[in-house]
Nanobody
Protein backbone atom coordinates (compact mmCIF):
# COMPACT_ATOMS: atom_id res chain seq x y z
CA UNK A 1 0.00 0.00 0.00
CA UNK A 2 1.14 3.56 -0.64
CA UNK A 3 0.05 6.93 0.70
CA UNK A 4 0.31 10.05 -1.43
CA UNK A 5 0.59 13.69 -0.37
CA UNK A 6 0.47 16.53 -2.89
CA UNK A 7 2.00 19.95 -2.33
CA UNK A 8 2.99 23.03 -4.29
CA UNK A 9 -0.38 24.41 -5.28
CA UNK A 10 -1.29 28.06 -4.93
CA UNK A 11 -2.37 31.24 -6.66
CA UNK A 12 -0.46 32.36 -9.76
CA UNK A 13 -1.06 34.84 -12.55
CA UNK A 14 -1.68 33.67 -16.10
CA UNK A 15 1.60 32.91 -17.83
CA UNK A 16 3.26 31.91 -14.59
CA UNK A 17 4.60 28.59 -13.38
CA UNK A 18 4.12 26.19 -10.48
CA UNK A 19 5.69 22.87 -9.58
CA UNK A 20 3.56 20.32 -7.84
CA UNK A 21 5.04 17.47 -5.83
CA UNK A 22 3.53 14.13 -4.95
CA UNK A 23 5.36 12.45 -2.07
CA UNK A 24 4.74 8.74 -1.54
CA UNK A 25 5.25 6.54 1.46
CA UNK A 26 6.54 2.99 1.22
CA UNK A 27 9.70 1.33 0.03
CA UNK A 28 8.29 -0.03 -3.23
CA UNK A 29 7.35 3.23 -4.90
CA UNK A 30 9.38 2.28 -7.97
CA UNK A 31 6.79 -0.43 -8.72
CA UNK A 32 4.04 2.16 -9.18
CA UNK A 33 2.88 4.06 -12.21
CA UNK A 34 1.77 7.58 -11.28
CA UNK A 35 -0.71 9.94 -12.83
CA UNK A 36 -1.84 13.51 -12.26
CA UNK A 37 -5.49 14.44 -12.64
CA UNK A 38 -7.40 17.63 -12.05
CA UNK A 39 -10.96 18.51 -11.26
CA UNK A 40 -12.60 21.89 -11.58
CA UNK A 41 -15.93 22.68 -9.92
CA UNK A 42 -18.81 21.07 -11.77
CA UNK A 43 -16.53 19.14 -14.11
CA UNK A 44 -15.34 15.56 -14.32
CA UNK A 45 -11.88 14.54 -13.20
CA UNK A 46 -9.53 15.12 -16.13
CA UNK A 47 -6.33 13.29 -17.04
CA UNK A 48 -3.30 15.60 -16.97
CA UNK A 49 -0.15 13.48 -17.14
CA UNK A 50 1.25 10.05 -16.40
CA UNK A 51 4.66 8.49 -15.94
CA UNK A 52 5.55 4.83 -15.87
CA UNK A 53 7.41 3.14 -13.07
CA UNK A 54 10.66 3.07 -15.03
CA UNK A 55 10.63 6.85 -15.54
CA UNK A 56 10.92 6.21 -19.27
CA UNK A 57 7.48 6.97 -20.73
CA UNK A 58 5.38 10.06 -20.15
CA UNK A 59 1.95 10.98 -21.51
CA UNK A 60 -0.06 14.16 -21.37
CA UNK A 61 -3.60 15.33 -21.81
CA UNK A 62 -4.16 17.40 -24.96
CA UNK A 63 -4.89 20.56 -23.00
CA UNK A 64 -1.48 20.57 -21.26
CA UNK A 65 0.87 19.20 -23.92
CA UNK A 66 3.88 21.42 -24.41
CA UNK A 67 3.24 23.31 -21.16
CA UNK A 68 3.40 20.69 -18.40
CA UNK A 69 6.13 18.14 -17.65
CA UNK A 70 5.92 15.13 -15.36
CA UNK A 71 8.99 13.57 -13.80
CA UNK A 72 9.86 11.31 -10.90
CA UNK A 73 12.68 10.66 -8.51
CA UNK A 74 12.28 7.13 -7.19
CA UNK A 75 15.10 7.63 -4.69
CA UNK A 76 13.01 10.38 -3.09
CA UNK A 77 9.66 8.63 -3.61
CA UNK A 78 8.41 11.76 -5.33
CA UNK A 79 6.71 12.65 -8.59
CA UNK A 80 6.69 16.20 -9.89
CA UNK A 81 4.45 18.14 -12.23
CA UNK A 82 6.09 21.25 -13.67
CA UNK A 83 3.40 23.57 -14.97
CA UNK A 84 4.42 26.45 -17.25
CA UNK A 85 2.47 29.04 -19.22
CA UNK A 86 -0.48 28.58 -16.91
CA UNK A 87 -3.93 29.67 -18.05
CA UNK A 88 -7.07 30.49 -16.05
CA UNK A 89 -8.62 27.28 -17.40
CA UNK A 90 -5.92 25.31 -15.56
CA UNK A 91 -7.60 26.29 -12.30
CA UNK A 92 -8.59 23.10 -10.48
CA UNK A 93 -7.76 20.76 -7.63
CA UNK A 94 -4.84 18.62 -8.75
CA UNK A 95 -4.55 15.04 -7.58
CA UNK A 96 -1.82 12.47 -7.93
CA UNK A 97 -2.67 8.80 -8.14
CA UNK A 98 -0.71 5.56 -8.19
CA UNK A 99 -1.08 1.93 -9.07
CA UNK A 100 1.25 -1.00 -9.53
CA UNK A 101 1.91 -1.72 -13.17
CA UNK A 102 4.36 -1.36 -16.03
CA UNK A 103 2.47 1.02 -18.32
CA UNK A 104 0.77 4.38 -18.18
CA UNK A 105 -2.87 4.72 -17.29
CA UNK A 106 -5.23 7.45 -18.37
CA UNK A 107 -8.50 6.84 -16.53
CA UNK A 108 -9.13 7.58 -12.85
CA UNK A 109 -10.72 4.17 -12.35
CA UNK A 110 -7.40 2.48 -13.20
CA UNK A 111 -5.71 3.90 -10.12
CA UNK A 112 -5.84 2.42 -6.65
CA UNK A 113 -4.32 5.16 -4.48
CA UNK A 114 -5.04 8.88 -4.39
CA UNK A 115 -3.74 11.93 -2.60
CA UNK A 116 -5.94 14.55 -0.99
CA UNK A 117 -5.38 17.11 -3.74
CA UNK A 118 -3.84 20.56 -3.95
CA UNK A 119 -5.60 23.68 -5.22
CA UNK A 120 -4.17 25.54 -8.21
CA UNK A 121 -5.72 28.89 -9.04
CA UNK A 122 -4.65 30.89 -12.09
CA UNK A 123 -5.81 34.50 -12.23
CA UNK A 124 -6.30 36.33 -15.56
Amino acid sequence: QVQLVESGGGLVQAGGSLRLSCAASGRTFSRYAVGWFRQAPGKEREFVAAINRYNSITDYGDSVKGRFAISRDNAKNTVYLQMNSLKPEDTAVYYCAAREGVGNYYYPTRYDYWGQGTQVTVSP
